[in-house]
């Protein structure tokens, strides 16, 4: 058996150290090598009674409690009570049969069973003898035989057997029952003997002499097939080939009942008293362990190994305790340290310890154990050691408070006290210079080199706060590590500095280690481990699973993995995987952890001295710690114990908790078959699921790390550290497999698992028919709804040309009105002035009346002329337009002074051009012709037009005097008047002249846009 393999080699060593690390005190005891936990009702216990102890195929451990039922994972507990249907609250026996059932014996509620996590009571007939059961057996053919307190009874296919079958047992008082692997089953009464039965039989089993009726309490049947029963105050029976042996208080038993009996990995039996601890039997005795050696009380209730060769212990006072074997052997006060806070130890060549201590001063020793050094002098005593180192020549050097000491074959060479760089200083840091001398590093962060007796200082600071770490290359070069200065590098004789920042998260360095290869490994505060190499730096933390991120030493096995000390135990990671990692997106990391659980007093290393952890000369890992020194064997550290087991613990579906159905076994890596795989259907609505996961073992149950993938969603795994749920918020519809694996603090990782199938229907809205109807109706409405849109646009467009042609049509009509009612009337008055004109005669004054009367009414005419012109909608055009404005500027400059000159192109697009911008544009050309003709000066003028895009350029240009823009006379209004009828039209009017250079007039209309 794997575990058992496991055990022995463990425990071979775990032997051999204890003894020597016990040997001033007369040998090891049965507690030596051993590592206690407890649980209690603080814990999530419900009850501190625990009267039985199962652990079920799955995994969990099962406690039968005064209080209810509770499932354990190793770290957390799940109690069930009356609500999930246990009909007594008091159990007093559990079993898993063969199909994997729990089935649970209580007092006062007769049986019941496990199924599909509710709790469902036994109600069979025949009834039961009475409903206070306490124990229970399967046999080779599936039976289950249920022990009570007034009598056995047999279940049989849901049937219990008649009583007359079983014979005077049938109302016996049952203390408990075995089957064995003979398939004898074994029944041990309160008053009528032991009896076991055989090919249909009961048949009593007399005892030795003095107990020829055995009346026991309990039952075991060791790996050897021997009979192992408890008979009265401070005796236990062994039947060995059908020879009892009896053994007593002469044996090591105590003068108590002997509750319960167990065998371990190891082939060892132990037996739980009633009020006097537990006894482990080796080499023919039973040897207490009570609770000054660690258990949480003395009165045992129950036993029971687990698998992985843990022993589990329930109590009726301290609840549930976990016992298993050290893989670290520690040395405090027990073994001399008897000042535990450890700062610094060296080893010389002799194999001697040499370990500076906070309070206690240097010791010295070796696993046998450790004594402390005397008094440096009568006057003083340097009891805050901080750093020790052994030098090559053999000599011990020590550093305190304000002194350095130097020892020779054990005795002070000299003591360096009276230096003025010690007077306020500590030595926290040592190293033995390649080249010769010693560098020494101090709380003020002052670096010495002590060489032929002489200190001399580094002329430069290098650090900020105490000096933490040194370490040399084969160069001469010298790595120095600080509280707060980060990592720099000197040369002796050279006060050259340089500076190592690039990589490094923290500037707090804790621990240096340089390897063999020159690579350079950085443990930090706050920052992980980082390490230089090649020019390069990589940085490892917790989030890439390093386990903490304070590193504060640093030791390296003979089969190159890295020791870390940090202040979450111990990590062992293989230098190769690390050197292996690309710097750009390390891979996670699985160390193999060492913790409480391991052995470890506490889990805090010290941290800021150098040095701090070593190799020793036999090739263990000494770390020190705030409670002692720990020893790791690195060949010893056995990785084969089982890879953690999934499970499933609830699904819960938008914060409702669910029941999955189970649609196929579920087998191990082992074969064996483990739950099903579950299913789960999401009709639709919300798709919220919660999974809470947990993975089994009890090794280091808090320090398991989980991974795990929902397939068809998630790309890829997840690392989820220690975290034990995960949420997936709306889901889409789909089908999906949710698996899950664990790794232990070994670092082995169960198979990637498959626990739980999900289907998530989808809403109506997203079915595909659905979907489709849907379009196509959207299509269909979009159609319907861009033709009626479109009608209604053309309807619309259709009343407003039928209003256009309404207001053409009614400014037609005006325009011919005027043009025949008020023209012809300007027209008889412009002739009637002539008339009159002819016949006034010599009166100069009535002639001069009568023209003015004529040039007023031509006047008349010519305006009204240029309204009707504006006002028929048949001149709402671009050629009628430029038509008409070469025909004004022909009559306007006639008889003048001034040249006019057209470009005008002969053909014009029939563009529309609406009365208020024909109107506007024209009465600015208006205003151009008539500044020409009066303030120019001009001889010449251009009338120009051509069409660029969607407007219109008109230009006026005339070869007159010019003017200045800026000396404008006062009270004009021409200008800014034609700019405004422009802004007007949404064009724009350009003046271009200067005095004498002509003036150039540029007006920009816009045409409306065409359909």
């Not at 600080?482 to 590098?489: D, I, K, M, T, Y």
């Amino acid at each position: 058996m794997v575990h058992s393999k496991k055990f022995a080699a463990g425990l071979a060593w775990l032997v051999f150290w204890s003894g020597r690390v016990a040997a001033s005190a007369g040998g090891p005891g049965p507690a030596e090598g051993l590592v206690f936990r407890a649980w209690g009702t603080e814990a999530g216990l419900p009850q501190n009674t625990v009267n039985a102890i199962v652990q079920t195929r799955d995994g969990y451990l099962w406690l039968g409690t005064r209080d209810g039922l509770a499932r354990f994972d190793g770290v957390r507990f799940t109690v069930f009570g009356l609500r999930e249907g246990l009909q007594s609250m008091d159990v007093q026996a559990l079993l898993e049969d063969a199909k994997g059932t729990l089935w649970i014996g209580t007092t006062g509620g007769g049986l019941s069973r496990m199924a599909r996590g509710r709790i469902e009571r036994v109600s069979a007939a025949p009834p039961l003898a009475d409903d206070n059961v306490s124990s229970l057996a399967e046999d080779a053919d599936g039976q289950l035989w249920i022990g009570t307190r007034t009598g056995l009874r047999l279940l049989r296919d849901g049937q219990v057997v008649a009583n007359e079958k079983l014979g005077g047992l049938a109302q016996a008082a049952i203390n408990s029952l075995l089957c064995t692997r003979d398939k004898t089953l074994w029944i041990a009464t309160a008053r009528q003997g032991l009896y076991q039965f055989k090919t249909n039989q009961f048949v009593e089993t007399p005892g030795p002499p003095g107990d020829e009726k055995i009346l026991s309490y309990c039952l075991l049947e060791d790996r050897a097939r021997n009979l192992w029963a408890s008979v009265g105050n401070g005796k236990v029976l062994c039947r060995e080939k059908d020879t009892w042996r009896v053994y007593n208080e002469a044996d090591g038993l105590p003068f108590a009942y002997i509750t319960c009996l167990a065998e371990d990995a190891g082939g060892n039996i132990w037996a739980g008293s009633l009020d006097d601890g537990l006894y482990r039997f080796t080499s023919g005795r039973f040897l207490p362990v009570r609770k000054e050696d660690g258990l949480s009380a003395s009165d045992i209730r129950s036993l029971h190994p687990d698998r992985a060769g843990n022993l589990w212990v329930g109590t009726r006072t301290g609840g549930l305790n976990w016992l298993t074997h050290r893989k670290v052997i520690s040395c405090g006060p027990a073994q001399g340290l008897t000042n535990d806070f450890t700062r610094s130890v060296a080893q010389t060549a002799d194999g001697t310890f040499w370990v500076g201590t906070i309070g206690g001063g240097l010791y010295q020793g070796d696993l046998n154990g450790f004594n402390r050094r005397p008094p440096e002098s009568p006057s003083f005593y340097y009891a805050f050691v901080d750093s020790v180192l052994a030098a090559r020549d053999g000599t011990v050097w020590y550093g305190a408070r304000r002194g350095l000491i130097h020892l020779r074959a054990g005795e002070i060479e000299h003591i360096y006290g009276n230096e003025t760089w010690l007077r306020s200083a500590s030595v926290t840091a040592l190293c033995e210079d390649l080249q010769g001398g010693l560098w020494v590093g101090t709380s003020e962060g002052e670096l010495e080199h002590f060489e032929k007796g002489e200190f001399s200082e580094f002329p430069r600071r290098i650090s900020r706060g105490p000096i933490t770490a040194l370490a040399q290359q084969a160069d001469g070069s010298l790595w120095v590590g600080s509280e707060a200065g980060g990592l720099n590098s000197i040369r002796a004789g050279n006060d050259e500095v340089f500076s190592l920042t690039n990589g490094l998260l923290s500037q707090s360095i804790r621990a240096l280690y340089l390897d063999a290869q020159g690579t350079l490994w950085i443990g930090t505060a706050g920052g992980g481990l980082s390490r230089w190499g090649e020019g390069r730096m990589k940085t490892f933390t917790s989030r890439q699973g390093l386990g903490a991120d304070k590193i504060s030493q640093i030791v390296e096995d003979d089969a190159g993995s890295l020791w870390l000390g940090s202040n979450r135990g111990i990590f062992r990671l293989s230098k190769r995987d690390l050197n292996d990692q690309p710097p750009e997106r390390p891979a996670f990391l699985h160390p193999q952890i060492f913790g409480l659980g391991d052995g470890m007093p506490v889990e805090e290393c010290s941290s800021g001295f150098c040095p701090a952890g070593l190799k020793t000369k036999s090739g263990l890992i000494c770390i020190s710690t705030v409670k002692g020194l720990v020893f790791l064997d690195p060949r010893r550290q056995e990785t084969n114990a089982p890879p953690p087991s999934v499970l499933l613990e609830e699904v819960l579906l938008n914060g409702q908790l669910q029941e999955p159905e189970p649609v196929a076994d579920r087998r191990d890596s082992r074969g064996a078959t483990n739950r099903p795989i579950l299913h789960l259907a999401i009709p639709p609505g919300g798709r919220d699921v919660e999974l809470h996961y947990t993975g089994i073992s009890f090794e280091a149950p808090e320090k398991i790390r989980f991974r795990y993938r929902l397939d068809g969603w998630d790309q890829s795994w997840t690392e989820a550290g220690g975290r034990r749920v995960v949420y997936y918020p709306r889901l889409r519809a789909g089908d999906y497999a949710f698996r899950l694996s664990a790794c232990n603090a070994d670092g082995l990782w169960s198979d990637e698992t498959t626990l739980l199938s999900i289907r998530a229907e989808p809403y109506l809205s997203e079915r595909g028919t659905f979907q489709a109807s849907v379009a196509l109706g959207v299509l269909l409405f979009l159609g319907c709804g861009a033709w009626l849109i479109a009608r209604r646009r053309y309807k619309r467009r259709l009343a407003v040309l039928e209003t256009r042609h309404a207001v053409e049509r009614e400014r037609l009509r005006i325009s011919q009105d005027m043009h025949d009612d008020v023209g012809s009337t300007l027209t008889q008055i412009s002739q009637l002035s002539d008339l009159g004109q002819s016949e006034t005669g010599e009166s100069s004054a009535i002639r001069k009346q009568f023209e003015r009367i004529g040039q007023q009414a031509l006047t008349a005419v010519q305006a009204l002329d240029e309204i009707v012109w504006a006002t028929n909608p048949r001149n709402d055009n671009l050629p009628q337009f430029a038509d008409y404005v070469c025909r004004y500027a022909d009559e306007y400059f006639e008889g003048s002074s001034i040249r006019c000159w057209q470009e005008v192109p002969t053909t014009l697009p029939n563009l529309p051009l609406p009365a208020d911008v024909r109107h506007n544009v024209f009465l600015s050309i208006k205003e151009a012709f008539s500044n020409i003709s009066r303030h120019s000066h001009a001889t010449e003028m251009w009338v120009s037009l051509a069409l660029s895009h969607s407007s219109v350029r008109l230009n006026i240009k005339d070869n007159g005097r010019g003017f200045s823009p800026e000396k404008l006379p006062s009270g004009g209004n021409g200008l800014e008047n034609m700019k405004a009828r422009l802004g007007e039209c949404g064009g724009h009017v350009e003046f271009t002249t200067a005095p004498g250079q002509g003036t150039n007039v540029l007006l920009v209309f816009p045409l409306p846009p065409t359909h």
